[in-house]
């Protein structure tokens, strides 16, 4: 069964420091990895993408690794701040069907000043 | 700069009423998309476009109807509403199937 698992579930941190998320997926054929972030009361916003032969990519502050060996991902956010405060979402996509386009049910993360 | 556009934001209905949920984008996608998000659960895919003219079924159809009205234009149709339809709804476009979408920002929809 095609599946994505995010961990931690929430977490809270000071401001200004870094935190990484993680994500396991089991889908097959895998086409790539999205890492999307939802704030509060709106629709995800995309943050990054990456294809199997991907292992590294960055968006300013946050650094999305893929590791398609062992089928994980993680997002590493540096130096965080207030408006980092949101839910980041992992999803995962099979070749080209829509209907194999996972989503994790994501990290609820709440940054403090 | 709308990208995608959703109406109404907020509704509530009564069992057994019925009421489309419209979504409009004007990227010059060619595909579509409609999500429902529940509490502590990832996003499921209700039904898809890939391309104007074509629609399918993705994880959750039961209780929906879609119609792909022009490449811009996506509506959602519940044609009995159910508490279990009780959800935020979100549209999505992406040029292609497996590109990344962009989000609406949802319509948050409660059915007593």
């Known amino acids: 069964k095609n599946q994505v698992e995010q961990s931690p579930q929430s977490l809270i941190i000071l401001e200004g420091k870094n935190c990484t998320l993680q994500?396991?997926?089991?889908?097959?054929?895998?086409?790539?990895l999205r890492w999307y972030k939802q704030d509060t009361g709106r629709g995800p916003v995309s943050l990054t993408i990456?294809?199997?032969?991907?292992n590294t990519k960055s968006n300013g502050r946050y650094t999305a690794t893929l590791d398609a060996d062992t089928k994980q991902s993680s997002l590493h956010i540096t130096a965080s701040q207030l408006s980092d405060s949101a839910s980041y979402i992992c999803?995962?996509?099979?070749?080209?069907?829509?209907?194999?386009?996972?989503f994790g049910s994501g990290t609820r993360l709440s940054i403090r000043p | 700069n709308a990208g995608v556009t959703q109406t109404p934001k907020f509704q509530v209905l009564k069992t057994g009423q019925s009421m489309t949920l419209q979504c409009a984008q004007d990227?010059?996608?060619?595909?579509m998309y409609w999500y429902r998000q529940d509490p502590g659960m990832g996003l499921r895919l209700i039904y898809y476009?890939?391309?104007?003219?074509?629609?399918d079924k993705g994880e959750v159809p039961n209780g929906y109807n879609v119609s792909r009205l022009n490449k811009r234009e996506f509506s959602l149709r519940l044609e009995s509403a159910a508490p279990s339809q009780t959800s935020v709804y979100f549209c999505?476009?992406?040029?292609?199937?497996?590109?990344?979408?962009?989000f609406g920002d949802g319509t948050r929809l409660s059915i007593l």
């Open positions: 999505a476009s992406s040029g292609l199937i497996n590109q990344p979408q962009h």
């Open positions: 994500c396991n997926y089991t889908v097959s054929p895998f086409s790539n």
């Open positions: 990456m294809t199997f032969s991907e």
């Open positions: 999803v995962v996509s099979a070749l080209s069907s829509a209907s194999k386009i996972i």
């Open positions: 990227m010059n996608h060619n595909s």
């Open positions: 476009s890939a391309s104007e003219g074509t629609t």
